[in-house]
């Protein structure tokens, strides 16, 4: 499929795709609303990662300490009451089973990415600040993102706060944590971006964007879904051929299926696949 016959099959999709392919030294090969936001869903634990193992650069937390595994939180809303997250609507039930105990922030941060967890997600935002996540955001140069708010503040969300995404944000985020691995950069230290890289590495939900690539093709990524929402972004670290980016968000129709949106960012992700050899550098 080239990127035209893709771009006829996403004008076909109801709602919005928004996409961004390229690799790490050049511009992008193929967009599609690169910039258009999105309902963050749980691509915005990325961003806290990183304002998490920032925080442990600063000096101002320690990975390895514990701290206490709670499930109430300030809301991101003036004045309004502390809130909870629901564990039935959680992905992780080890958090869970430490509510009451400690957990490092380490083990917090792994199983916020690699299993989705919003307690764990809601335990790092706690220790590391809301504005440290927008800087977080800022020093990757995203232009659109937001994490205004921690999961299951609801609150915040009927007083308008949300998290939001664009493809291009999304990219250049995760992208700014592949070449800082290798070379010093703005968002932490070479050690602490390959740490982040690793845990993205070991992600457990694979069904969207490493579902469309061959078996055993290493990719760092983060994947986030609700109802009507199907987003993933990674790099895609190929034997034969340089390491790329790509983020896919989709808000549409099919995103109500999960089986029918997955499909759909594995076809976007296959098509970037096959195309992995002739993305502009």
Known sequence: MTWDDLDARLD?????????????????????TPDATHYA?????VAVLLALHRAAEAGTLDLDVP???????????????RFSCARHYDNDDAVWERLGGQATPRWLADRMITRSSNLATNLIIDRVGLPAVAQAWQLAGARHSVTGRGIEDAAAREAGITNLVTPADLAALLG??????????????PAACAAMLDVLLAQRHREDLAAGL????????????????????????????????????TTTDLAASPDDACRLVAEISATAWAARHDLAG
């Open 12 to 32: 076909r999709v109801p709602g919005t795709v928004s996409a961004y392919v390229g690799r790490l030294d050049a511009p992008a090969t193929w967009t599609r």
């Open 41 to 45: 869903a749980s691509t915005m634990k």
């Open 67 to 81: 701290v206490p595994v709670v499930d109430e939180f300030d809301s991101a809303q003036p004045g309004a009451p």
């Open 176 to 189: 700014g944590l592949a070449t800082g691995a290798e070379h010093p950069g703005p968002l932490a230290s």
């Open 214 to 249: 061959p078996d055993g093709t290493r990719i760092a990524h983060k994947n986030g879904w609700v109802r009507g929402v199907r987003h993933g972004a990674g790099v895609v670290l190929p034997d034969d051929a340089p390491a790329y980016v790509i983020a896919v968000c």
